[in-house]
Structure formats: C-alpha cells, structure tokens
Nanobody
C-alpha cells in the first residue's frame, strides 16, 4: 500500500511564493518519477513539474522559470517551490508517484488528495 500526502497549500497574493511538500510512504513498491499536477475549475489536469529518481526535471511551459521541483530520496519527499505566483496558478495541486514498472510512460499510479493553492489579492 502506497500513500501520497501533500502539504503546504494556501492563499497567497500575486507575486508571492509558496512551497509544497509531498511524502510518499509504503513498502514493497519502487518509485521512479514523481511529479506535481494541477487542476483548475473547468480545466483539465495538467503536469506542472516532474523529477526522476536520479534528478532530471521537466516543467510545464506556464511555470518554467518560476517553479522549482526538488527531491529528497532518503525521505521519499518532493518539493515544489513556487515563486512569482499569478492568479492563473490557482488550482488544486496533486502529487503523484510512478512505480518502476511504469518507467518510460506517462502513467502515475499513486496520487495524493490534493492541496488548494489560491493566488488572489
């Protein structure tokens, strides 16, 4: 059984910063990529950023240069540092983890409950 738990969402003014955290726990499953996705009301879920177990990262075009994903493998934790936040970044942010058997695919098997990020003055 794998559990994914996010934290760190909240309300922030435009131009502000937030840091999201995500811990993956559970035994018997090897995790490869981990990532942050988001879904705004009325919109499809989109990939924000992902990171492999060895470190390479990928970012969605809308967050490049503003968001930074990082990973602590010893703690099974990833982080999303979000700077220069815009109202259009408002969404529920979901952390997801991909098991080793899904390597090379876009399939994340394990998802958190999500954390709300609201950017508003």
């Amino acid at each position: 059984q794998v559990q994914v738990v996010e934290s760190g969402g909240g309300l922030v003014q435009p131009g502000g910063s937030l840091r999201l955290s995500c811990v993956v726990s559970g035994s018997g499953v090897s995790i490869t990529d981990m990532g942050w996705h988001r879904q705004a009301p009325g919109k499809q879920r989109e990939l924000v950023a992902s990171i492999t177990s060895s470190g390479p990262t990928h970012y969605g075009d809308s967050v490049k240069g503003r968001f930074t994903i990082s990973r602590d493998n010893a703690k099974n934790t990833i982080y999303l540092q979000m700077n220069s936040l815009k109202p259009e970044d408002t969404a529920v942010y979901y952390c997801a983890a991909k098991p080793l058997l899904r390597i090379g695919t876009n399939d994340y098997d394990y998802w958190g409950q999500g954390t709300q990020v609201t950017v508003s003055s």
